[in-house]
C-alpha cells in the first residue's frame, strides 16, 4: 500500500514538472500490488488509463513581473529599515543634547543659589555684578531652562 502511495505521489508530481496534460498507467501486478507508470505495462492485462492534468505556469512575463515586484518590495523595506535606523540614531542624539542642556541647566541654578553674589565678565574684563533682582531674573531663567530641556 506504503509502495503504490508513492508511486502514485511521484506520477502525479511527475506530471506536475512537466507541465501540461500526461498519461498514467495503472494496473495490477502478479503480486496484486498497485502499479502507476507512464508507459503501458509489458503483459497484456486489465490496464486503466488515469488522465492528469496539471496546472500551467505562468508565463516568462509574469513571472518576470512578479519578481521585479518582489524586488522593488525588498528594496523599499530595506530602506523603510535604514530610514527607521537613522531617525533612531537622531532620536538618541537628541535625548543626549537634552540630558547635556538639562543638566547644565541644572548647574547653573544650583550655582545661582550657592552663591550670594553672582556676577559676568564684560568684553574689556571687568566684571559687572548683578544685584539680588538681576540674580532673580538669572534664577527664573534657569528654572525655564531646567523645565525646557528635562523631562519629567
Known amino acids: ?37 507512464q508507459f503501458p505495462p509489458s503483459e497484456k492485462g486489465k490496464t486503466e488509463k488515469i488522465k492528469v492534468n496539471s496546472t500551467h505556469s505562468a508565463s516568462t512575463s ?7 515586484n518582489m524586488r ?4 523599499e523595506n530595506s530602506v523603510n529599515r535604514n530610514a527607521a535606523k537613522e531617525k533612531s540614531k537622531e532620536d538618541v ?20 543659589e550657592a552663591n550670594g553674589r553672582v ?8 566684571r559687572e555684578w548683578y544685584d539680588v533682582e538681576g540674580r532673580a531674573k538669572l534664577i527664573n531663567k534657569a528654572k525655564k531652562e531646567i523645565s525646557t530641556h528635562c523631562s519629567k
Open 62 to 68: 509574469q513571472s518576470a513581473e512578479k519578481l521585479n
Open 93 to 112: 542624539a537628541e535625548q543626549e543634547r537634552k540630558a547635556k542642556n538639562c543638566e547644565l541647566a541644572k548647574q547653573q541654578l544650583r550655582d545661582l
Open 119 to 126: 556676577y559676568k565678565t564684560l568684553e574689556n574684563g571687568e
Open 1 to 37: 500500500m506504503k509502495f503504490s502511495l508513492i508511486a502514485l505521489l511521484l506520477t502525479g508530481l511527475m506530471a506536475a514538472t512537466l507541465g501540461h496534460t500526461a498519461q498514467v498507467y495503472k494496473w495490477v501486478d502478479e503480486n496484486g500490488q498497485t502499479q502507476f507508470s
Open 72 to 75: 522593488q518590495k525588498l528594496l
